[in-house]
């Protein structure tokens, strides 16, 4: 495993988020150092994709700080906030690509808004990054003529254009075959050794975030209940931890209200 720099890239205090009645983040802290690959793993409606859309910027918490590369990014100038966003890449779970865009025009997106490169330049760095990411033969095509594990390499290479500090990813192995999963999984941790990038990912897939991961947040309700290497959450006692980990029902009863149903029904049909 990589040896992760001491300095904080991210620091998270007291961090809550309320939809309504319901708590969604209770009161978070800690810290994400530089070339870590951290993973926020949790079931689905834990709060892990509302933990990752505040620290990029997109969902104001209730309370609490979020600094992201020296910046408080819910408090500093609009200017600290631009410079900090450049410095940060994010895939989203669907990959958001362009569809009227070649997948090297979706790269070259982010390089024309924030550089002054010309366009000559902006192509070739297209290219090079789809090579980085085994795409180099796709430049020319467009998402919809791609498989899906491919839209998910070519949003790691629009991501990657600037050369960020920090990557996130949502779900990336979201709607991937076992295969493919596993080349991407190994893709991130090239993409971290290669060039020490720290990595965030929220995931709720266990077998990626055991492959990938230096440190593990495990979320439930809001809280994270068990964080540590993948070794440490491993040999977690919480209950809740344990259940998620080993794919047990949180109701073991619900199998047998499921099954009376279906005895019902079966009932029924043979009338």
Excluded: W
Excluded at 20 to 32: P, T, Y
Excluded at 62 to 83: F, R
Excluded at 93 to 110: I, K, R, S, W, Y
Excluded at 239 to 262: K, T, Y
């Amino acid at each position: 495993m990589q040896t992760t720099d001491s300095r904080p890239l991210i620091q998270v205090k007291g961090l809550k988020k309320r939809f309504g009645a319901k708590v969604v983040m209770n009161d978070l802290s800690f810290e994400i150092r530089a070339g870590e690959v951290l993973v926020i793993l949790g079931p689905s409606g834990c709060g892990k994709s509302t933990l990752l859309r505040c620290l990029i910027g997109l969902e104001p918490p209730d309370e609490g700080q979020v600094n992201v590369l020296d910046t408080d990014i819910y408090n500093d100038p609009p200017a600290s906030l631009d410079a900090a966003r450049r410095r940060i890449g994010m895939t989203f779970q669907d990959g958001a690509l362009f569809g009227a865009m070649t997948l090297a025009e979706n790269v070259e997106t982010p390089v024309a808004e924030f550089s002054a490169l010309p366009v000559s330049t902006r192509r070739i760095l297209a290219r090079i990054k789809l090579g980085m990411v085994g795409l180099g033969e796709a430049v020319d095509q467009y998402p919809s003529q791609i498989s899906g594990g491919m839209r998910k390499r070519a949003a790691l290479a629009r991501a990657m254009a600037l050369d960020p500090e920090v990557l996130f990813f949502d779900e990336p192995s979201a709607g991937l075959d076992p295969v493919t999963s596993a080349g991407l999984d190994q893709l991130l941790i090239r993409l971290n050794h290669a060039f020490q990038a720290t990595l965030v990912v929220v995931t709720h897939e266990l077998e990626s975030a055991f492959a990938i991961a230096h440190r593990i947040f495990l979320m439930d309700r809001g809280s994270i209940i068990a964080s540590g290497t993948p070794s440490d959450l491993k040999q977690t006692e919480h209950p809740v931890a344990q259940r998620f980990l080993h794919r047990q029902a949180e109701e073991p009863s619900a199998g047998h209200q499921m099954d009376a149903v279906l005895a019902a029904a079966a009932k029924d049909l043979a009338r």
